[in-house]
Nanobody, 124 residues
Framework: QVQLVESGGGSVQAGGSLRLSCATS????????LGWFRQAPGKEREQVAL????????DYNASVKGRFTISVDFAKNTVNLQMNSLKPEDTAMYYC?????????????????WGQGTQVTVSL
């Protein structure tokens, strides 16, 4: 059974940094997709950062490219999201997700496993 538990959210001023972590269990780290999505109030859930474990390739939402980094700690079975230069528009509930396969879609409806989310609030 796959379980994903996010942590590390909080409140920060614009320009600050946060590091989100997703503890995983039941996830095979060979040839799987791991990702972070976010959902702001009144908006649809959107892709933030994806990583394919088969070759380590990544894909980022254009709005976070150069500021956010997704990484995997294979020893701790965690998926991390380092967020730098945060902006108020980054405010959202952030979700960790996982799915099998070699193609990591940006559409959240195609992902199978989800965590409960962690809130990130960025103020001016």
């Amino acid at each position: 059974q796959v379980q994903l538990v996010e942590s590390g959210g909080g409140s920060v001023q614009a320009g600050g940094s946060l590091r989100l972590s997703c503890a995983t269990s039941g996830v095979t780290y060979r040839r799987n997709c791991l990702g972070w999505f976010r959902q702001a109030p009144g908006k649809e859930r959107e892709q933030v950062a994806l990583r394919y474990t088969g070759d380590g390739s990544t894909d980022y939402n254009a709005s976070v490219k150069g500021r956010f980094t997704i990484s995997v700690d294979f020893a701790k079975n965690t998926v991390n999201l380092q967020m730098n230069s945060l902006k108020p528009e980054d405010t959202a509930m952030y979700y960790c997700a996982a799915m099998g396969g070699a193609f990591c879609p940006i559409s959240p409806i195609l992902w199978k496993h989800w965590g409960q989310g962690t809130q990130v609030t960025v103020s001016l």
